[in-house]
């Protein structure tokens, strides 16, 4: 199973669909709060060069902003 990392805020509902989508495909993710985690805010920072949330990390490799099913269904190789 590839290891899916979410930069997230809680008051994002796209951060919300993100996680819910995944619960339903039951694919296991690591949700990382970056409104009060400064580490993990930098380190998204540093991967995408923005703010924006959600921040979607697939195997370390993949990364997607924003909720885009057809990006992460690539990426994953699903439907």
Known sequence: MPRIEIYSTPTCSFCKMSKEYF??????YSDYNVAEDAVRR???IEK???MSVPVIVIDGKTVIIGF??????????IS
Do not use: D, F, H, V
Not at 23 to 28: L, V
């Open 23 to 28: 619960k339903s495909k039951n694919i296991e």
């Open 42 to 44: 930098q380190e998204m």
């Open 68 to 77: 885009n099913k057809s990006k992460i269904n690539a990426a994953l190789g």
């Open 48 to 50: 995408t060069g923005a």
